[in-house]
């Protein structure tokens, strides 16, 4: 796929991947970056047609992975939400496979401006490709880096409506919705079958039939449930295919997401706690699957059998719109306010489990003094929130409950007076009277077990309300401009003012400047504004005036994803649960179990197992153990920048002073700021930065 030049000198080659990218925007209904924007990333892209699409497509949102394959199992792998795509022989124009439709594969090719879409045979990919043979070749997958961006409220102050979130959560799944309506509503006309035919036989019966006619009757009904049963095995396998679809793009929504959270949301929320609120998906999934399945189905079946009862007597027309009005009152009138209910239910229900893990995370702390009654205390009151948030849910839901009951009693009894009626007076068969018994009651019943699907449709929009909270969540906001590392990075900060809300600034006219490779030591006490000024250099905070310069480059022009790809900081502890080995390379196959070794050996670790699994508290190791495995995952990246930032304070001198001077070897690739308390240690640097602020670190 790489050709032997850039895109700059062929415009063709650059207009064919405009076309392609316009094309994948579309498909993954992404929205369409500024093509001003996009043509700039073009014309800056390397040779390498694969690699500079790569880089292309995730400055735009999209991520694209290589992947081996031959024309047929790239065909049989493509979907509309993750195409698969690669260069045509010539270079200069992409094809694109995007699923299937009627037993052929959706192809799209981009030669020039023109796309062209195609059905054709996974046998005929190859001879689009210009190649004679059907080997293995290079493809990209493609996929949304944030699936469910259009489900993300606009405005940060004016949360979306669950009902308007799920459609657009659902968006991308609206061709299998709409496959699923008629299916539910083939299954609504075949579920008719035995209404008419209890109609039929009655009618036989009574005008003296033989058997014959019954085997008939048996036979063709038998042959109608039997399909109806299919179709709603088939309805179930949709239904799970969404669900499946709706958990795996929320789960790499939020791995997209959730590294790049602005550091500020964090002040006044608990991370960890937020995420709680993913497992609403499977409130999503177990809701969404019954009311798709029995709720949709229920509605479908009562719709029709209602307009056939229609057809049998103007007066049965007539009980069938006071019918209709009479359900419309029920869902509608005696279910005003159910969602915000059921929606503050969910807030008490998380406020409680978010004390829980406050409780489970400060163990230390609770097991002292008044620390266990404090938590009971807590607890109960919470759950008492708890309880009154689900008693005003409930008395709405029992209101609809009741009414569906009383709606049962009276319709039934209306129904059997009417239908009688009508056939002492001529104008309906008997048969027709036990297909409408049969035809409401079922609709009714149907009615009664609905209040359960009510109850799933309210938990639905509590937990697509919840999962909002997430998505909602604000991003850092990120330049385009890639940041230029060759070598240890020179810094330079100029007039730089920094405050949190309206206590005093840390800094106010703050100025410094540090040259590649040198290794500096910048001492403050307590409140200083140490680990400020390290969220402001990796910019996860941003400054309220002044400067920031990484090789020249200012800090808010640069995309944070390349910066953060050559600076490593190390500030608090934190492991997450996995391995010695992948707490230190953080998953890069590129990093081998050698280095790792390596690195822990230069901080002082040395014959560590490194498939030990490690807790996020850093157990079993001690915890000065887990400071030195993050500052060998911090070495270990090599990076350009390291920011040290008090971590070593906390250890003993003799420990403290061992991983200083690993940490300052001469012929480290970095440049060090060593941000600290010890004055010892920061006369280990070959230059000290004095803070002057003494407010809140």
């Given at each position: ?155 940060h102050h004016a949360h979306m409506p669950p009902f308007r979130r799920l459609l657009e959560l659902l968006r991308a799944d609206r061709h299998d919705l709409w496959l699923l309506l008629g299916l539910a509503l083939g299954s609504g006309l ?65 791995a997209y997401r959730l590294p790049r959270v602005r550091s500020d949301t964090y002040d006044s929320q608990h991370g960890a706690e937020l995420v709680n609120r993913f497992f609403d998906v499977l409130t999503l999934q177990k809701a969404g ?132 009626y009508l056939v002492i007076d001529g104008h309906l068969t008997l048969g027709q009277l036990v297909a409408a018994e049969l035809i409401v009651s079922s609709a009714l019943l149907a009615l009664i077990k609905f209040g359960k699907h009510l ?243």
């Amino acid at each position: 796929m790489s050709t032997a030049s850039g895109f700059k000198e062929h415009p063709h080659r650059k207009q064919s991947t405009l076309t392609l990218l316009e094309f994948l925007f579309g498909l993954l209904e992404m929205h369409s970056q500024a093509q001003g924007l996009t043509e700039r990333l073009i014309e800056s892209a390397g040779a390498d047609s694969q690699a500079a699409l790569v880089a292309i497509g995730d400055h735009l949102g999209l991520n694209m992975e290589s992947v081996l394959l031959t024309p047929t199992a790239a065909a049989n792998a493509s979907a509309p939400q993750t195409p698969l795509l690669t260069s045509l022989s010539d270079g200069y124009g992409w094809i694109v496979l995007y699923g299937f439709r009627g037993g052929k594969v959706r192809v799209a090719l981009a030669q020039g401006e023109v796309i062209e879409e195609r059905l054709v045979k996974p046998a005929d990919i190859g001879k689009l490709l210009g190649r004679s043979d059907a080997g293995i070749s290079e493809w990209l997958l493609a996929q949304a880096q944030a699936p469910f961006e259009n489900a993300v409220s606009q405005d940060h102050h004016a949360h979306m409506p669950p009902f308007r979130r799920l459609l657009e959560l659902l968006r991308a799944d609206r061709h299998d919705l709409w496959l699923l309506l008629g299916l539910a509503l083939g299954s609504g006309l075949l579920a008719l079958a035995s209404p008419v035919a209890v109609q039929a036989l009655v009618n036989t019966v009574a005008m003296g039939g033989m058997g014959q006619p019954l085997i008939v009757l048996a036979t063709i009904l038998f042959f109608f449930l039997s399909f109806a049963g299919a179709v709603y095995v088939l309805e179930s396998y949709l239904v799970e295919i969404v669900q499946r679809r709706i958990f795996v793009r929320l789960a790499a929504d939020l791995a997209y997401r959730l590294p790049r959270v602005r550091s500020d949301t964090y002040d006044s929320q608990h991370g960890a706690e937020l995420v709680n609120r993913f497992f609403d998906v499977l409130t999503l999934q177990k809701a969404g699957s019954s009311l798709l399945l029995d709720g949709l189905s229920t509605v479908v079946q009562t719709c029709v059998g209602l307009i056939m009862l229609a057809f049998y007597h103007p007066f049965l027309l007539a009980f069938d719109v006071v019918l209709l009005l009479a359900i419309t009152a029920i869902v509608f009138l005696l279910g005003r306010g159910a969602v915000t209910t059921a929606i503050q239910e969910s807030i008490s229900k998380y406020a409680l489990v978010a004390w829980l893990e406050s409780v489970a995370g400060n163990i230390q702390t609770f097991k002292f003094g008044n620390g266990a009654a404090m938590a009971a205390n807590r607890t109960d009151q919470l759950a008492l929130d708890y309880l009154t948030a689900k008693r005003q849910h409930y008395r709405v839901l029992l209101g609809q409950v009741i009414g569906s009951v009383a709606l049962y009693a009276i319709a039934s009894t209306a129904l059997l007076a009417i239908g009688g009626y009508l056939v002492i007076d001529g104008h309906l068969t008997l048969g027709q009277l036990v297909a409408a018994e049969l035809i409401v009651s079922s609709a009714l019943l149907a009615l009664i077990k609905f209040g359960k699907h009510l109850e799933g449709f309210y938990d639905l929009m509590a937990g697509t309300d919840k999962i909002g909270h997430l998505l909602d969540l604000p991003l850092e906001a990120s330049a385009e401009v890639d940041a230029e590392f060759n070598g240890p990075a020179s810094l330079t900060i100029s007039n730089l003012k920094f405050g949190f809300n309206s206590q005093r600034p840390l800094f106010s006219g703050f100025s410094m400047h540090v040259q590649p490779g040198e290794k500096v030591a910048i001492l403050g006490g307590p409140g200083s504004g140490k680990t400020a000024l390290a969220s402001l250099l990796s910019g996860m905070r941003q400054a309220q005036a002044g400067q920031i310069q990484i090789n020249g480059q200012t800090l808010d022009d640069l995309r944070l994803s390349s910066l953060r790809q050559n600076i490593a900081v190390v500030s608090r502890l934190e492991i997450f649960h996995d391995s010695m080995l992948e707490n230190v390379r953080l998953g890069d196959a590129n990093v081998s179990a050698a280095d790792v070794e390596r690195a822990l050996v230069k901080v002082g670790l040395t014959g560590m197992d490194l498939d030990t699994v490690m807790s996020p508290g850093g157990s079993p190791l001690a915890n000065s153990q887990a400071i030195q495995v993050m500052l060998a995952r911090a070495i270990t990246s090599r990076p350009a920048l390291l920011i040290v930032d008090g971590i070593l304070d906390a250890l003993d001198a003799k420990l403290q002073q061992k991983l200083a001077l690993a940490l300052l070897t001469a012929d480290a690739p970095w440049t060090l700021l060593l941000l600290t308390g010890s004055t010892e240690t920061a006369a280990l640097c070959q230059r000290l930065i004095r803070l002057p602020g003494a407010a809140h670190d």
